[in-house]
Nanobody, 124 residues
Framework: QVQLVESGGGLVQTGDSLRLSCAAS????????VGWFRQAPGKEREFIAA????????NYAGSMKGRFTISRHNAESTVYLQMDSLKPEDTAVYYC?????????????????WGQGTQVTVSS
């Protein structure tokens, strides 16, 4: 089992930055990749970015490139999502997820474990 806990969300203004954290515990050596997703009210959960446990290769959704940066601190089993130049349309619940098996990191159905989510609200 893997447990994931997100933190770092909050209420910010347009143009501000936030850094979200995802702390993993349990069988972290089983993790192939960690991804970040978000879900706005009335919308489907969408992929933001992912990072592989081995090698640190990253993958971003096209619309997220440039403003969002995923990184990791292996010793602390923590993955971060740096979000810059935030916009009101970035308002959503942000989730991190862990994937055990090799395969596409884009599809949420491929992830085995999910955190509880952290709310990010961007005011105009």
């Amino acid at each position: 089992q893997v447990q994931l806990v997100e933190s770092g969300g909050g209420l910010v203004q347009t143009g501000d930055s936030l850094r979200l954290s995802c702390a993993a515990s349990g069988r972290t050596f089983d993790i192939y990749a960690v991804g970040w997703f978000r879900q706005a009210p009335g919308k489907e959960r969408e992929f933001i970015a992912a990072i592989l446990s081995t090698g640190g290769l990253t993958n971003y959704a096209g619309s997220m490139k440039g403003r969002f940066t995923i990184s990791r601190h292996n010793a602390e089993s923590t993955v971060y999502l740096q979000m810059d130049s935030l916009k009101p349309e970035d308002t959503a619940v942000y989730y991190c997820a862990a994937k055990q098996y090799v395969g596409s990191v884009v599809f949420r159905t491929g992830y085995n474990y999910w955190g509880q989510g952290t709310q990010v609200t961007v005011s105009s």
